[in-house]
């Protein structure tokens, strides 16, 4: 089946650094592909998402493309605030109507002043 | 615009005990709904999907069920929880309408049995 895997955390990080979290996922066909990103006790809340290979998906500083080739959707953000300090999901859909999501295990991420 | 709700934000439960966690979205008609739990440890699995009212489909065999007994709302439950039926539980939603389709969260139940 399909499967999600991203880098295993925690991931602490000084403000201002370059952040990296690596995510590769087994899938047939071309799936969708998101991050998400949960805030302490709170739910999750979709940070950005691409729909088909090449697409880079982007949304307060955080990117991440969608390579084919690698099966990869890695997410980067330049510099790193204290309020970025949360826990990151990876997802892909298939679609077909459920649009289930498959979730990585998630990596926290804590960023110090 | 649309919300999502879930009750009650926090739960405590004895082993044996019964389980109904609501879910209601309101502003959208005709959802996808999904039912999530989150164990430590263990990240995000889905419990159940529902495409139309009265439609469950379930994805980990368990002691829980799900029903939709109306558009907009989804019900969690359990005749005997378990200690292994802590966690937190999201609901979240998904409009069909849309060409790319996300998924919405609500803020979720914790939910400890002792």
């Known amino acids: 089946g399909d499967s999600v895997t991203q880098m295993e955390g925690p991931v602490t990080l000084s403000e201002e650094a370059f952040l990296t979290i690596n995510c590769t996922y087994t899938?047939?066909?071309?799936?969708?592909l998101f991050w998400y990103v949960q805030y302490p006790g709170e739910g999750l809340q979709l940070l950005l998402k691409a729909t088909k290979a090449d697409d880079k998906g982007s949304n307060k500083g955080f990117e991440a493309t969608y390579r084919k080739e690698t099966t990869s959707f890695h997410l980067e953000k330049g510099s790193v605030q204290v309020s970025d300090s949360a826990v990151y999901f990876c997802?892909?859909?298939?679609?077909?109507?459920?649009?289930?999501?498959?979730f990585g295990k998630g990596t926290k991420l804590t960023v110090n002043p | 615009s649309q919300t999502i709700h879930q009750w009650p934000a926090t739960l405590v439960q004895p082993v044996g005990s019964p389980l109904s966690l609501e879910c209601t979205v309101e502003g959208t008609s005709n959802p996808n709904l999904y039912w999530y739990r989150q164990a430590a440890g263990r990240g995000l699995q889905l419990l159940f999907y529902?495409?139309?009212?009265?439609?469950i489909s379930s994805e980990v065999p368990q002691n829980l069920s799900a029903s939709r007994p109306q558009d907009r709302q989804f019900i969690l439950s359990s005749k005997k929880l378990l200690l292994s039926d802590s966690g937190f539980y999201l609901c979240?939603?998904?409009?069909?309408?849309?060409?790319?389709?996300?998924?919405?969260f609500g803020p979720g139940t914790r939910l400890t049995v002792t």
């Open positions: 997802a892909l859909s298939q679609g077909g109507g459920s649009e289930k999501l498959v």
């Open positions: 899938a047939t066909g071309y799936p969708s």
């Open positions: 529902s495409v139309g009212i009265g439609q």
């Open positions: 979240a939603w998904l409009s069909k309408g849309t060409s790319v389709y996300e998924q919405y």
